[in-house]
C-alpha cells in the first residue's frame, strides 16, 4: 500500500510499504477513505516529538470500512463504516473501565510509557501514527491500518452520512470541545483562543452548538 512515512526532521514521503494484518484475534483492518492532518502532526514534521524512527507512518484522525476482522469481534463485521479515536484502549484495565481511556494499562509497552512520562509528565496510552513513546502503531495516513482493540475504540457512522460530517470526531472536534469545557465558559465572557486553524474553530463552534457549561 502507500503511506505516508517519516524519514526523518522535514523529510516525510509517500513510499510504497507493507500492507497491515491481523495479529491479534481483536485487530481489525480498516481500509481508509478520509484521514485529516493534525497541528500536533506539525510537531512531528519539526523533529520536536521524541521517539519517532525513520519509516514510522504517520496519521491519527481517520476513518474507513472494515475490510478484516474477527468472527468473534463483538461490535464489527466486515464492511461496516467507523471513525477511529485517536487513541488506543484495551476497554479492561481500570482506566478503561472509569472512562480513562487515553491512560489505558495495555495498549502501551512499559518502556514506552516511560519515555511518555518523562515527555509529558505522565504515562501515555497507545496513539495511533505519534512516535514509540506511545506504543510505535502505525497511522492512518495510508491506505490501510491495523486498529487494535477494534471493539473498543471504533464509532460506527450510520448509513447516509458522508466521511466530512464526522472525520473530525477521530480528534479535533472532542479535543476542541474538551478545551472549551474545561474553561467553564459563561454566556457574556470574553475569552482568547490559543489555537491555529481547526482547533480554535471547532473549540468556538463547541461553545456556540453547545451552550454554556454546566
Ligand atoms: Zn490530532
Ligand atoms: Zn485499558
Keep these: 500500500m502507500r503511506a505516508l512515512v517519516w524519514h526523518g526532521r522535514h523529510d516525510m514521503r509517500v513510499d510504497t510499504v507493507p500492507d497491515p494484518v491481523r495479529i491479534n484475534p481483536r485487530d481489525a483492518i480498516i481500509k481508509i477513505t478520509s484521514t485529516a492532518i493534525c497541528g500536533s502532526d506539525l510537531h512531528i514534521y519539526n523533529g520536536l516529538i521524541p521517539s519517532m524512527k525513520s519509516g514510522d ?13 474477527d468472527a468473534s469481534n463483538t461490535k464489527l463485521k466486515v464492511g461496516d463504516r467507523v471513525v477511529v479515536p485517536f487513541v488506543i484502549a484495551c476497554g479492561q484495565c481500570f482506566f478503561c473501565e472509569h472512562d480513562f481511556f487515553s491512560a489505558c494499562d495495555n495498549s502501551n509497552p512499559a518502556e514506552n510509557m516511560e519515555i511518555s512520562d518523562t515527555a509529558y509528565g505522565r504515562p501515555a496510552a497507545g496513539l495511533f501514527g505519534y512516535s514509540h513513546m506511545t506504543g510505535g502503531y502505525a497511522g492512518g495516513q495510508a491506505e490501510y491500518a491495523r486498529v487494535p482493540f477494534s471493539d473498543v475504540g471504533p464509532i460506527k457512522v450510520p448509513e447516509g452520512v458522508p466521511d466530512d460530517q464526522v472525520l473530525f470526531l477521530s480528534d479535533i472536534l472532542p479535543t476542541g470541545w474538551m478545551a472549551a469545557e474545561n474553561c467553564n465558559i459563561q454566556p457574556g465572557d470574553t475569552v482568547a483562543v490559543w489555537a491555529a486553524a481547526r482547533l480554535g474553530f471547532l473549540q468556538s463552534r463547541a461553545r456556540l452548538s453547545w451552550g454554556p457549561s454546566r
Excluded at 57 to 69: A, K
Design 57 to 69: 507512518i504517520l496519521g491519527h484522525e481517520f476513518m474507513g470500512e472494515v475490510v478484516d476482522v
